[in-house]
């Protein structure tokens, strides 16, 4: 299936891990990755802090491109722009108003016909296949699945899950073969975008997520957001207290590559600041699965995985 | 020929200040077939009827117009005016000059031209009206209620004191509903079973009261004062008229750890079982689903797994093979009592758009409870008698957090309204809980509290007041077990921060919804409902208990959230509703409805599939030998409300609505546009 891909600027920098391992990913779950030609920032952070036109304009301009360019979903892979994408879709549609000052600001004709998806949505849109063509399932591996504030709310604006009670990204791990741990801080803040203003509140917070997911037996942690990777990853350094152990920090593609079978250079593994070595080894010494024929449901502990959600059934097909 | 007078009121200033009515009274005049006109400062006034009076009497006439103020305000008036000269009342009609004309125009001169199109277009519709006679329907003077909760024992009291004979259709083995389950109400806090059992047994006492306990209605056919209803009577598995009662039979039962239904599943059951001691009729009732004999059998084993309860009944009363029966009772009218439930608070949603609270944790941390688990802790007959003890190790609670408006109030998880009772309940809970634990610390979180009642500000003023409860503006983001304890993190948004205890019990006030099926009790009744379940009433505040169909009536929560005094309140409204119905030996309907020409009708029953009232009825038309020669449709008039979509549906014009034909509404726009 072909879907338009807005990769944004922090899977060109960053993140670049995160577009390596989807563009991995994507050919043996089925989906063609177009890149959306001559897209822009997406206004986050900076552009909706700053002025509501400008935070509305610049994601419908990109919506706009992709729609030109006969796409109808539009795959963001970093919350942030899949948030900023969605946010001006909803607040076109509740606004006619803004909707014509914006085809003004366009210059061309706005329809909104394009859907923004995010990564967990796109993965769990996939979990047949995955589960089909898990090579090499990621059994007993713990994760904690980290949802971060930005993926499932405003629930009007993202309503592809349950805003307070996502499951979303436990779908998908366990698909992969590991499991999912049952942990309280999936939904905090880890301090996004103050990463460098106030380090302190980042440290803070950052570090409890840390803490819970530890104490919950997470091997390591799942993210589908570059602010929240690099706060957890890239500052995990100066998080840890002496003696404690480091949490590896995962994109979900990561994850699903591992399973697929991919390597973890291809996945970009090799360009985390937590040591990826031995949680790479450890897949790699698990057993080949049931390649190529769709094996039984992994099944995961009742209070981790909750496979059918009201929220799942209601999903439009992605 | 026809023969029609004119008679334009001036209604006072309303009128004559911007039509000229004397104008309107000549154009009127001219013409063809009207053979008086005249015009008049009032027509609805004792003197303005004599002028019709007597002109029908004199000119002989076959039509009157009155143009006046709306048909809403006084077409009886005139219609019983015309009436009374020997007129046929359906020969009178209103031309609306003063709402759609004077009141809303300016110009004297335009609204004179428009007062004078618009009586003429109501002549040329009466030139065409024919007599038409009030339809006479005899009353069956017998009621049904459904539903045996507080607000159905009320409705069915009341009326059978009133001299009707009721019927009371209760799905449960037992009436009683919630309030059965309360441990004190507020806001007296007064013992619920002990102001609701006295009443439940003057039910099963009560000569005129039929009580058909652990039955459901099952069809309804009919219309206002003849209603034939055909109840299912659920197999209960137990003679009742063998048995007395002495509860051998569930002392001798083996299955003996069945979560109970009313004690919120906080306390066991066994499988023959009365749900609570009080129950009426104090009758036991065999769940099939749990006891060992049936699963034995569903199992497809040959010899009988148990029998342990019909060795013990000294009564012959067990009875294995019992089936559901049907029964059909014919009413007069049905109030409809069947109340509420709570919100699910799971992740399980029985509906699209509703959206649990997976992050308070309930159905996973034992002590997270709802309201009426709490009512069930509390109360004497409860499962720890009386103890407040928390479920998961039957520990005193030193510190218990209530949560309000659990998904009320709440659009985003799918419900927008006010439960209205639980502001209440909450603050008697914490008066409850302080009565028992009297170091106890009791905190409330609150969006607002609304206790607007006699007596009731003052009630949860003195939960703040004399029993220390503490009360915090906020919402909570989760709940979650930390070891021993239940951790609430949550937000005061009066002092800005935000707030973390260590609870050892939470209890959330969850959302009050219609119960499930309702939508299809609903259906069956042809009765309307909202969007979330509540049966509709006719008129938000002229006709609070009556419904959109004539005879349907409507008590207590199923109508919207209500408490008790609310809905005994509702219940005897209905009650009188309905004893005002049963006083007619026949009921009086207007003759608009509508009529099948059996000729005509090819029976496409498209008039069928659009009928809001379900009037439509097939008939069957018969050659003089008997033979069968097509099926056509025939419009019920008891049933039929006069709304026309059948007229407007069929596609070989055999459905015509009596007095608004389409020849009659012809005529009128060709008055208009020619
Ligand atoms: C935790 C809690 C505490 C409360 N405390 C108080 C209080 O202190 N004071 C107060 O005034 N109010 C209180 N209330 C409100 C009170 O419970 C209701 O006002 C009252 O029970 C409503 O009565 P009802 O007869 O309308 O409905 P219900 O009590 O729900 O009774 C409905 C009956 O109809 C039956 N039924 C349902 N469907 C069908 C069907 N299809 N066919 C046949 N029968 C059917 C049910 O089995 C039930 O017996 C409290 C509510 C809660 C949740």
Redesign the interface.
Known sequence: MRVGYYPGCSLHGTARELDESLRAVAPPLGLELVEVNDWSCCGATSAHATSHLLSVALPARNLALAEEQGHDQLLAPCAACYNRLASARHAVACDAALAETIEDVLGRPFPSTVAPRNLVEVLRARLDLLRERAVRPLTGLKVACYYGCLLVRP??VCSFD????PVSMEEVVTATGATPVAW?RRLDCCGGAFSVARTGSVVRLSRAILDDARSAGADAIAVACPMCHSNLDFRQKALVRRGEAELPVLYLSELVGLALGLDAETLGLGRHFVDTKALVERALASKPGPAAKPGPRPSAPA?AA?PA???AA?TEAV | MARIGVFVCHCGENIGRTVDCARVAGEIGKLPGVVHSVDYKYMCSDPGQALIKQAIAEKGLTGVVVSACSPHMHERTFRRAAGGAGLNPFLCEMANIREHCSWIHEDREAATDKAIDLARVIVEKVKRNVPLETIRIPVEKRALVIGGGIAGIQAALDLADGGAEVVLVEKEPSIGGHMSQLSETFPTLDCSQCILTPRMVEVYQHPRIRLMAYCEVDAVEGYIGNFKVTIRQKARSVDETKCNGCGACQKACVVKNVPSEFDERLGKRTAIYVPFPQAVPNIPVIDREHCAYFKGRARGMKKDACGKCKEACARGAIDFAQEDRFVTEKVGAIVVATGYELYSIG???PA?G??????YGYG?VPDVIDGLQFERLASASGPTAGKLLRPSDGKVPKKIVFLQCVGSRDP?KGIDYCSKVCCMYVAKHTMLYRHKVHDGEATVFYMDVRAAGKGYDEFTRRAVEEDGAVYVRGRV??V?RDGDVVKVLGFDTLNGTPVEIDADMVVLATAMRPRKGIEKLAQTLSVSYDRHGFINEAHPKLRPVETNTAGVFVAGACQAPRDIPDSVAMASAAAAKVLGLFSNEMLEREPTVARVDAALCAGCFHCERVCPYGAVEHKEVRDRKGNLLKVVADVNPGVCQGCGTCQATCPSKSVELMGFTDEQIYAEVNALAL
């Open positions: 629930s009007e349950d805003p307070e009670d309280r209070a909750k959600s009201p929220a209601g | 992740k399980d949603q699209a509703l959206k649990g609270y997976g992050e996973t985003a983001s989760r979650y």
